[in-house]
């Protein structure tokens, strides 16, 4: 059974910080992984897709990376903006067909 | 694009009364996921559709949840009766499947159910 873990579960950060973020699964056979974004009482917004035989992805100051050996992937966030305050996700997928496996997420807060 | 639209977005409900919640997903996208998040939790998974087939329902409290996806586009998740603990965001989302490489989960603002 595929779990999934993240740390910290919480971090707090001065604005302009570069940070990173952790997911860590116990099964190495995925298909993909992706990270999303939640905001306090909102869904989820999807941030970064990263394909199995895939080393990293980014977009704007974001940049996911995984290792999929280690069962291991990164999300680190450039020059952070208080803006960036929500709690993070990251999820995998074991087969096309199937579905996401969450981590319990990191709740980031960027302090101006 | 329009995304996962979702209704209502809040519920407040007494227990053992019986709870319904809409989901539309983007168009076009044969997959549909509800999920429900507890407060402080990552999602869990409810049920699985492929078009209007349950893929995975195998989390799902069958004595008092139920969902429908006619037609293989909107779907019905049902609470009958709701318990305490049911208290959640039910979050729905959808995604290409089948041969497509990107398949991406795109989720909708969610229901937040409170139980009393």
């Known amino acids: 059974k595929q779990e999934v873990t993240q740390i910290p579960a919480a971090l707090s950060v001065p604005e302009g910080e570069n940070l990173v973020l952790n997911c860590s699964f116990t099964d190495s056979a995925i298909y993909n992984l992706q990270w999303f974004r939640q905001d306090p009482g909102k869904g989820l917004t999807s941030l970064l897709l990263?394909?199995?035989?895939?080393r990293e992805q980014t977009s704007g100051r974001l940049n996911a990376s995984l290792d999929k050996s280690s069962g291991r992937s990164t999300l680190y966030i450039a020059a952070s903006q208080p803006g960036d305050s929500a709690t993070y996700l990251c999820?995998?997928?074991?087969?096309?067909?199937?579905?996401?496996?969450f981590g319990p997420g990191t709740r980031l807060s960027v302090l101006p | 694009e329009a995304g996962v639209a979702q209704s209502p977005r809040y519920k407040i409900i007494e227990k053992r009364q019986s709870v319904a919640f809409w989901c539309n997903p983007i168009?076009?996208?044969?997959?549909l996921y509800w999920y429900q998040q507890i407060l402080g939790q990552g999602p869990k998974l409810l049920i699985q559709f492929q078009n209007n087939g349950v893929v995975d329902d195998s989390q799902l409290p069958k004595d008092r949840f139920s969902a429908e996806r006619l037609k293989g586009v909107d779907s019905t998740l049902k609470i009958q009766p709701a318990k305490l603990e049911d208290s959640a965001v039910y979050l729905c989302?959808?995604?290409?499947?089948?041969?497509?490489?990107?398949?991406?989960?795109?989720f909708g603002q969610g229901t937040r159910l409170t139980v009393v």
């Open positions: 168009s076009g996208h044969a997959t």
């Open positions: 989302a959808s995604s290409l499947v089948m041969g497509v490489k990107n398949t991406e989960a795109f």
């Open positions: 999820a995998v997928r074991r087969n096309y067909g199937q579905n996401f496996v």
């Open positions: 990263i394909q199995s035989s895939q």
